[in-house]
T-cell receptor, first 119, second 117 residues
Framework: ETGVTQSPTHLIKTRGQQVTLRCSSQ?????VSWYQQALGQGPQFIFQ???????GRGNFPPRFSGLQFPNYSSELNVNALELDDSALYLC??????????????????FGAGSRLTVL | AQTVTQSQPEMSVQEAETVTLSCTYD???????LFWYKQPPSRQMILVIR??????QNATENRFSVNFQKAAKSFSLKISDSQLGDAAMYFC??????????????FGQGTRLTINP
């Protein structure tokens, strides 16, 4: 069984640009969530997608948006980049709502993240 | 809103010794999940152990065990026989039991654990 893979691993952008980060979920998982981890901090929940629909969002502005595809992979898009967007972006997959009773349903499997630097 | 607090930014322990990492949380919910995740320099968040709040028995996973005190809203992690590979950032996390809606994790600030040979 493959784990969660993210791309790119590192990237550098300038203020005002747009960025797209990608995530392939673990086999058998139908839910993807994204987290932002600033340096020295714990991850902060951005949003979650379940069966291609956003079903939860944290305290992030609309310029943070996402997609989930039929194969359950996902993208995180950030428009109008700001310096404070510099962070590690973590993707996590899980067996989502509707199958909450299944073994492992409440366990998130994380990828290694994409390190974004905004100059 | 739920909050998670880890009051120890850094901890160190001698190899083969035992160390305990602290975590407290605040919630008005009666049922929820608690987790400890490990984040090594490779950056990938790895699940160490989890606890369902409705279970009174403390979870254990080999050398890792928790002391779950529901009334005190405390959830500490004990690592026995510490090994060099245990060196990492450790995050305590909370998740509501909600059947519907996002499986949102609320993380603490983390504790950096150093293992001294």
């Amino acid at each position: 069984e493959t784990g969660v893979t993210q791309s790119p691993t590192h990237l550098i952008k300038t203020r005002g640009q747009q960025v797209t980060l990608r995530c392939s979920s673990q086999s058998g998982h139908n839910t993807v969530s994204w987290y932002q981890q600033a340096l020295g901090q714990g991850p902060q929940f951005i949003f979650q997608y379940y069966r291609e629909e956003e079903n939860g969002r944290g305290n992030f502005p609309p310029r943070f948006s996402g997609l989930q595809f039929p194969n359950y992979s996902s993208e995180l898009n950030v428009n109008a980049l700001e310096l404070d967007d510099s962070a590690l972006y973590l993707c996590a997959s899980s067996l989502g709502t509707g199958e909450w009773w299944a073994p492992g349903a409440n366990v998130l499997t994380f990828g290694a993240g994409s390190r974004l630097t905004v100059l | 809103a739920q909050t998670v607090t880890q009051s120890q930014p850094e901890m160190s322990v001698q190899e083969a010794e035992t160390v305990t990492l602290s975590c407290t949380y605040d919630t008005s919910e009666s049922d929820y999940y608690l987790f400890w995740y490990k984040q090594p320099p490779s950056r990938q968040m790895i699940l160490v152990i989890r606890q369902e709040a409705y279970k009174q028995q403390n979870a254990t996973e080999n050398r890792f065990s928790v002391n779950f005190q529901k009334a005190a809203k405390s959830f500490s992690l004990k690592i026995s026989d510490s090994q060099l590979g245990d060196a990492a950032m450790y995050f305590c996390a909370y998740r509501s039991l909600g059947i519907q809606g996002a499986q949102k994790l609320v993380f603490g600030q983390g504790t950096r654990l150093t293992i001294n040979p």
